[in-house]
């Protein structure tokens, strides 16, 4: 199913996620931390964690399960697939901050290495001006 289609899904069920601070919207999701090691705190990790758990848990008992429609395993479904979308793309927002944050350091460190080159050594032009303008 494609990003859009699960989110006009949610959108138009007003579909609530269950957390261990109590259920929250979509829109929250992109506001927690991907991890936290705090039990009492909410983060993508352990909301996927219990969603996953909740479709074990589901299971299926009947040899019809796959042909019935389950409105609760469609949900779960939906839920866990914004959940991994969220993650997905806060991961890659982290690696792209990171990536930025490195070569922006990098950058620095070059920088002050060009700036004390420059000051504490003659550029070639006015050693060449300096030998040039020496008697015989």
Do not use: C, Y
Not at 37 to 49: C, F, H, P, Q
Not at 104 to 114: F, G, N, P
Not at 127 to 134: C, E, S, W, Y
Request: net charge positive.
């Amino acid at each position: 199913m494609s990003t859009d289609k699960i989110f006009e899904q949610a959108s138009r069920q007003g579909l609530l996620i269950p957390s261990v601070i109590g259920n929250i919207t979509v829109t929250d999701l992109w506001e927690l931390p991907i991890r936290t090691t705090r039990t009492n705190k909410a983060s993508l990790e352990n909301v996927g964690n219990s969603l996953l758990q909740a479709q074990k848990d589901m299971g299926e008992a009947s040899i019809l399960g796959s042909l019935i429609a389950n409105p609760k395993q469609t949900k779960l479904n939906l839920q866990l697939a914004i959940v991994r979308h969220v993650i997905n793309v806060r991961t890659a927002e982290n690696a792209a901050k990171t990536s930025a944050a490195a070569t922006r350091s990098q950058r620095e460190k070059l920088d002050a290495i060009i700036e004390a080159r420059t000051a504490t050594e003659t550029p070639l032009d006015q050693l060449i001006a300096q030998r040039d303008a020496l008697p015989g």
